[in-house]
Nanobody, 125 residues
Framework: QLQLVESGGGLVQPGGSLRLSCLAR????????IGWFRQATGKEREGVSC????????YYADAAKGRFTMSRDNAKNTVYLQMNSLKPEDTAIYYC??????????????????WGQGTQVTVSS
């Protein structure tokens, strides 16, 4: 059974940092494109970043560029999202997701087949 388990969310002050983790169970992460998505209350789900199965390239939404870094540890079968300089508008539930599609950009969440349960990130003073 394919399963994704996120962790690392929490409450952080503006300007602070968090590192989210996404552990894959039942499959190898590097055989899939893995994406991070977020959904704030009352808003649509949006892509944050992804790492392609094609060549390990990473892609970021404009809101994440320069602040967020996505990485993959194949030995731990885990992907990470390092988030720095957090802003209140980053507050959302963050999800990791997997697709067998070898993407070449930050595609729609509808292309992803497997989803974690989400982890809450709250940026507030």
């Amino acid at each position: 059974q394919l399963q994704l388990v996120e962790s690392g969310g929490g409450l952080v002050q503006p300007g602070g940092s968090l590192r989210l983790s996404c552990l894959a169970r039942g499959f190898r992460l590097d055989y899939y494109t893995i994406g991070w998505f977020r959904q704030a209350t009352g808003k649509e789900r949006e892509g944050v970043s992804c790492i392609s199965r094609r060549d390990g390239s990473t892609y970021y939404a404009d809101a994440a560029k320069g602040r967020f870094t996505m990485s993959r540890d194949n030995a731990k079968n885990t992907v990470y999202l390092q988030m720095n300089s957090l802003k209140p508008e980053d507050t959302a539930i963050y999800y990791c997701a997997a697709t067998p599609i070898a993407v070449s950009g930050l595609d729609s969440w509808t292309r992803y087949m497997y989803w974690g349960q989400g982890t809450q990130v709250t940026v507030s003073s």
